[in-house]
């Protein structure tokens, strides 16, 4: 059977996953209407041993069920697409073959060892790989997104926001990942700052700026950076890293 477009992307962002299977789910189901695609977050292993939330893209395909990750293409999950995608069984053979994939890639260590280096940058180092990366996440998000910055205990700190449809956003940040939630309220600041505080930093304020301001912040505040799950206020879905 001939494989799915993969849609390799051209630039990778730290914990950048929903990033890019949005950006590939726009793309597919634009191309090929008659198929189906949706995010999936999934718990993998760090070389640690310790479990990660994970996004993939999983789309149907000539009736069969395939999922897409932004390093290592599509695979096929030898299942029906009239199979649920969220049965528990497909999820599980995700979270089984995936790892192996990674491993054969070897590209796990690698991608440990700059999460680990990322940690230890302080001050304004920490702050413009932190723009760096916003930068980036702003230009690749297919929709409109603004920078907002927190003022924490930390320092002020920019994320990105950006709206999916008319209750759904998106707060990205670089050292923990994405987090989706649904809410009635139309105050991207108010949204910024609870999806932070659910994120592990202490919020103060919260204003809308650019990548181009260079405030000087202490480092990176929250105890979730070690991507545990968060779950945002607002009607939460789920984080990915």
Not at 62 to 86: C, K, M, N, T
Not at 196 to 202: K, N
Request: aromatic share 10%; hydrophobic share 40%.
């Amino acid at each position: 059977m001939i494989s799915p477009p993969s849609f390799p992307d051209t630039v990778h962002v730290a914990n950048g996953c929903f990033i890019s299977a949005f950006n590939y789910l726009t793309r597919y189901t634009a191309a090929y209407p008659a198929e189906r695609g949706e995010c999936a977050a999934v718990l993998l292993p760090n070389v640690d041993g310790s479990l990660r939330p994970h996004s993939l893209a999983v789309i149907s395909w000539h009736g069969r069920w395939w999922v897409r990750d932004e390093y290592y293409g599509v695979f096929q999950l030898e299942a029906s697409a009239r199979a649920p995608w969220l049965d528990r069984q497909l999820i599980q053979r995700v979270e089984a073959v995936f790892p192996q994939r990674a491993a054969r890639a070897g590209d796990v260590e690698r991608r440990w060892a700059e999460q680990r280096s990322v940690k230890h940058l302080t001050g304004e180092s920490a702050l413009a790989w932190r723009l760096d990366q916003l930068a980036q996440a702003k230009r690749l998000v297919p929709m409109p997104s603004e920078i907002h910055w927190c003022q924490t205990s930390a320092g002020e700190l920019p994320f990105l926001f950006f709206r999916m449809q008319a209750d759904d956003f998106g707060v990205y940040d670089p050292t923990i990942g994405t987090a989706t939630a649904s809410s009635l309220e139309r105050d991207a600041d108010k949204l910024v700052a609870a999806v932070a505080r659910r994120m592990g930093y202490v919020p103060f304020s919260v204003r809308t700026g650019t990548v181009r301001e260079q405030t000087v912040t202490a480092g990176f505040e929250p105890a979730a950076r070690d991507g545990r799950r968060c779950t945002p206020e607002f009607g939460a879905k789920q984080s990915h890293a």
